[in-house]
């Protein structure tokens, strides 16, 4: 497809990775590098994925994940880095909402010609703050990138909004839960990672002697 006029992206943005303390240690200090998640569930199909700018909704993720039963996370960590969106099929963008809707269409009637149905969305049976199981968005998703990569055009990353959680005050349209989630498809978009401070933090330095 053919990028808009309009469509391009602010060059970095700030992401957040919940993950394992021992895991993110090692990413840190060059030793291991972000996995690229594969699953038939994932939300914006495969990637390495972030919370932009949301470094408390990496830290809620990380803690939810660790109570889970099989969870990787042992003890719960947060890394950031910087990130360049580059060539992004952006859920929050009309044109890539309606390339979405007619990968869909494309993809259904592929499956339906091989007589099989399409995936289904659903739940794996938490409440905290969704743990959705996403395969019909996710074989979407990975459909689309697909034809659009045989089109010439290779994503890089994708990017959507997710609400999710319970409203914030009774009658509220806002959730508890939203957050703008990215999956990093083209490791190179990742230009940096950083261990997170909190404003006002001062850097612990030893005197001299």
């Known amino acids: 497809m053919q990028p808009s006029?309009?469509?391009?992206?602010?060059?970095?943005?700030y992401g957040f990775h919940g993950t394992d303390k021992e895991a993110g240690l090692k990413i840190l200090n060059q030793?291991?590098?972000?996995?690229?998640?594969?699953?038939?569930?994932?939300?914006?199909?495969?990637?390495v994925y972030?919370?932009?700018?949301?470094?408390?909704?990496?830290?809620?993720?990380?803690e939810q994940?660790?109570?889970?039963?099989?969870?990787?996370?042992?003890?719960?960590f947060v890394l950031g880095a910087v990130i360049e969106l580059g060539n992004c099929l952006d859920l929050l963008d009309q044109q890539y909402i309606d390339f979405l809707k007619a990968a869909y269409e494309l993809s259904k009637a592929d499956i339906e010609a091989e007589g099989s149905t399409m995936p289904t969305?659903?739940?794996?049976?938490?409440?905290?703050f969704d743990f959705s199981k996403r395969e019909?968005?996710?074989?979407v998703i990975r459909y689309a990138c697909?034809?659009?990569?045989?089109?010439?055009?290779?994503?890089?990353s994708v990017r959507a909004a997710f609400i999710e959680g319970d409203e914030v005050y009774e009658g509220a349209k806002f959730s508890a839960g939203n957050h703008i989630q990215i999956a990093v498809i083209n490791p190179d978009c990742i230009k940096g990672i950083f261990l997170p401070r909190e404003a006002g933090q001062q850097p612990d330095f030893a005197e001299e002697k």
């Open 121 to 128: 969305n659903g739940q794996f049976g938490s409440k905290d």
């Open 65 to 76: 994940d660790s109570k889970r039963e099989n969870s990787r996370i042992k003890e719960p």
């Open 50 to 62: 972030f919370w932009e700018n949301n470094l408390e909704r990496a830290r809620q993720y990380a």
């Open 136 to 139: 019909l968005d996710c074989a």
């Open 146 to 156: 697909s034809l659009a990569e045989k089109g010439g055009e290779k994503f890089d």
């Open 5 to 13: 006029l309009y469509s391009s992206k602010p060059s970095i943005i």
């Open 31 to 47: 030793e291991a590098q972000f996995l690229h998640s594969n699953n038939s569930y994932d939300w914006l199909g495969q990637g």
